[in-house]
């Protein structure tokens, strides 16, 4: 999580790593959402492939996507309706979880 002084609030922020300056596949799959906006999807306000950053006295690149905070907890969620009824979304979330 950041916090923006400009705009006054906090935004999430995702990092990959990269291999040999290439993007991590995960980044290129995400960020292709990036032009969709709706009240439903969390918008995300920047995607960049490559970035250098400086980790532990190294310049390292990595690839991030900044966007905004959800308003709700995911343990939240977990007790709503959807996921008592809903196997395909249950499946569809932990599967995704579980990934990287």
């Given at each position: ?15 990959f790593r990269c291999k ?81």
């Amino acid at each position: 999580m950041v916090y923006s002084s400009e705009y006054r609030k906090y935004y999430a922020l995702k990092i990959f790593r990269c291999k040999e300056s290439e993007a991590y596949p995960g980044f290129s799959n995400e960020s292709r959402f990036k032009i969709i906006k709706h009240e439903n999807i969390i918008t995300m306000s920047q995607a960049e492939k490559e970035q250098q950053i400086l980790h532990k006295e190294e310049m390292s690149t990595i690839s991030f996507i900044l966007m905004e905070k959800a308003s709700c907890d995911f343990a939240d969620l977990l007790e709503g309706p959807p996921f008592q009824v809903d196997e395909l979304l249950v499946e569809i979330i932990f599967i995704n979880l579980s990934k990287d």
